[in-house]
């Protein structure tokens, strides 16, 4: 069964940090282009950032988490990060990992369009003020 499990969710002070991974199941990240999401309450769902599938890093951020916010991925464990530091409550949101067969699609996901084919359930990031 195809499946993403995103973890590291919880509660935080606002100035800390927390480190989210998206793990697959069923399938191989390797040649997939990964995007991090988020929806806080009330709000629709917000591009965070997007990696690239191989190990030229490329990434993209959404201007509201550069310079805070880091994608990386370990291709060898099928994982891919989110360290998050400088926390702030408008960072609190349930997060979700997914999949894009290409970094262009993901990086248009990132601005509202669709395109994303694999999704996990989230996990939920609070922080404190």
């Known amino acids: ?15 800390g940090s927390l480190r989210l991974s998206c793990a697959a199941s069923g399938f191989s990240l390797d040649y997939y282009a990964i995007g991090w999401f988020r929806q806080a309450p009330g709000k629709e769902r917000e591009g965070v950032a997007c990696i690239i599938s191989n190990s030229d890093g490329g990434t993209y951020y959404a201007d509201s988490v550069k310079g805070r916010f880091t994608i990386s991925r370990d291709n060898a464990k099928d994982t891919v990060y989110l360290q998050m530091n400088s926390l702030t409550p408008e960072d609190t949101a349930v997060y979700y990992c997914a999949t894009s067969m290409t970094f262009r699609i993901c990086v248009l996901a990132m601005k509202g369009s669709n395109g994303m084919e694999y999704w996990g359930k989230g996990t939920l990031v609070t922080v404190s003020s």
């Open 1 to 15: 069964q195809v499946q993403l499990v995103e973890s590291g969710g919880g509660l935080v002070q606002a100035g």
